[in-house]
């Protein structure tokens, strides 16, 4: 009888299915939103915007069409202590 190998080595696992599930959906909203961004041919401006959380002061950024009905932002980035972006 043969010894089957352990989870560390086996990369047919249910586990390692999921996982390729998952960056598969990231990689192509990615795609679809770079290219979205790209065929636009709409100008973008950027907001700025200062807020305070419990602890610290943080300001962001909101990344907007100009000519549209109602804003929808499109990426928010949060920049202070501990910056995020």
Request: without cysteine; hydrophobic residues 40%; aromatic residues 8%.
């Amino acid at each position: 009888m043969q010894q089957e190998g352990n989870e560390l080595t086996n990369l047919g696992g249910k586990n390692s299915v999921v996982f390729s599930r998952w960056s598969l959906y990231i990689a192509v909203f990615g795609l679809i939103g770079a290219l979205v961004l790209m065929l636009d041919s709409a100008p973008y401006e950027n907001i700025t915007q200062d807020f305070t959380t419990d602890h610290s002061n943080r300001s962001g950024a909101l990344i907007m069409p100009t000519k549209v009905s109602s804003p929808r932002g499109l990426m928010i980035f949060v920049h202070g202590d501990g910056a995020m972006g």
